[in-house]
T-cell receptor
Framework: GAVVSQHPSWVICKSGTSVKIECRSL??????MFWYRQFPKQSLMLMAT?????????EQGVEKDKFLINHASLTLSTLTVTSAHPEDSSFYIC?????????????FGSGTRLTVV | GDSVTQMEGPVTLSEEAFLTINCTYT??????LFWYVQYPGEGLQLLLK?????DKGSNKGFEATYRKETTSFHLEKGSVQVSDSAVYFC?????????????FGKGTLLTVNP
């Protein structure tokens, strides 16, 4: 079945540094990528939606200059947390949608645990 | 806008007990409905889905029926196992248009004890 590989699975960084999270679709074309943030024991909060080759659409309240999303190819999307601070510590999950097949399914990455110290 | 309300839990059951996790939704059209499962430290996996009224999604012994009249999509399993311990999310996707966003409920933590 469809697989999305998300890396790293966990990362610890110092305050003020930037962290890049990658999501790759391994056997399908990710026409749309969704980036979520999940706080402990809470649901997923959609941060942004990106279509391949286009600028990402950010949800209200999400700083686009802080959370940079690149979706330059049909198999790779990245989320860069710039100038990270402790309040950015969270679990980040990507989800890819294959809009080119009949299934139109969503495939989730395994998540990235970010800890900013 | 669209919304999903599900039983918050946590739910604690003994092995082989019957499980029901309630989910109701609000949507303007005829959404597709999903149940996702999240094991500790992992991303979400699709458990089952239904795309139109009266459809029944099923997988791994879990079932849910799309009830338009009650705007519900309750998850059930007749006999749970310890390995079913996870967080379960109900979700919907709007019908039509080019908006492919999923709207999630808050999740229900299920713990199954031996």
């Amino acid at each position: 079945g469809a697989v999305v590989s998300q890396h790293p699975s966990w990362v610890i960084c110092k305050s003020g540094t930037s962290v890049k999270i990658e999501c790759r679709s391994l056997d399908f074309q990710a026409t749309t990528m969704f980036w979520y943030r999940q706080f402990p024991k809470q649901s997923l909060m959609l941060m942004a939606t990106s279509n391949e080759g286009s600028k990402a659409t950010y949800e209200q309240g999400v700083e686009k200059d802080k959370f940079l999303i690149n979706h330059a190819s049909l198999t790779l999307s990245t989320l860069t947390v710039t100038s990270a601070h402790p309040e950015d510590s969270s679990f980040y999950i990507c989800s890819a949608r294959d809009g080119l097949t009949v299934n139109y399914g969503y495939t989730f990455g395994s998540g990235t645990r970010l800890t900013v110290v | 806008g669209d919304s999903v309300t599900q039983m918050e839990g946590p739910v604690t059951l003994s092995e082989e007990a019957f499980l029901t996790i309630n989910c109701t939704y609000t949507a303007t059209g005829y959404p597709s409905l999903f149940w996702y499962v999240q094991y500790p430290g992992e991303g979400l996996q699709l458990l089952l889905k239904a795309t139109k009224a009266d459809d029944k999604g099923s997988n791994k012994g879990f079932e849910a029926t799309y009830r338009k009249e009650t705007t519900s999509f309750h998850l059930e399993k007749g006999s749970v196992q310890v390995s079913d311990s996870a967080v379960y999310f109900c979700a919907l996707k709007e019908s039509g248009g080019s908006n492919y966003k999923l709207t999630f409920g808050k999740g229900t933590l299920l713990t199954v004890n031996p």
